[in-house]
């Protein structure tokens, strides 16, 4: 008995892939189906990596586009764009942690401000409000 399903990859005995993987609940899962496993040949005795033949198409979900597949490399240059994606995505997310923890201590401060002043700004509005009607009452 065999079973095969659309999406997921099937991996022989010998052969060399390289693999993304997430645990689950069912234990490890390749990740992202077919995009997450790579064919590795050897060319003039150079380890080639390739991403597994699919009829799938390849989305940038950043910018909403098709995008051509990637192109087979050797495993060093590989192994090198997987680091500095993740180097990237690291980078972008501390980027995210500090505008957010920037924005929270700008908030907080308007409000420490506020409350540290809070005579003066009453005085402030009740100088505005007395100031708009005398405006509207002798126009």
């Known amino acids: 008995m065999v079973q095969s399903t659309i999406g997921i990859r099937a991996f022989h005995e010998g052969d060399e892939n390289v693999v993304f993987i ?16 790579y064919d590795v ?9 390739a991403p597994v033949a699919t009829g799938a198409i390849h989305v940038d979900t950043q910018r909403g586009a ?49 409350s540290k002043y809070k005579l003066l700004v009453a005085l402030a509005l009740i100088g505005t409000l007395l100031a708009t009607s005398h405006f509207f009452r002798h126009r």
């Not at 645990?23 to 390749?30: D, H, K, L, S, W």
């Open 66 to 114: 098709i995008v051509e597949p990637e192109q087979p490399r050797a495993l060093r240059d590989f192994a090198r764009d997987v680091h500095d994606s993740i180097e990237r995505t690291r980078a972008n997310k501390m980027a995210l942690v500090r505008d957010h923890q920037r924005q929270k201590q700008q908030e907080s401060s308007l409000v420490e401000t506020l």
């Open 41 to 49: 040949t050897e060319d003039h005795d150079e380890k080639i990596v």
């Open 22 to 37: 997430k645990n689950t609940a069912v234990g490890p899962t390749v990740l992202y189906f077919d995009q997450g496993a």
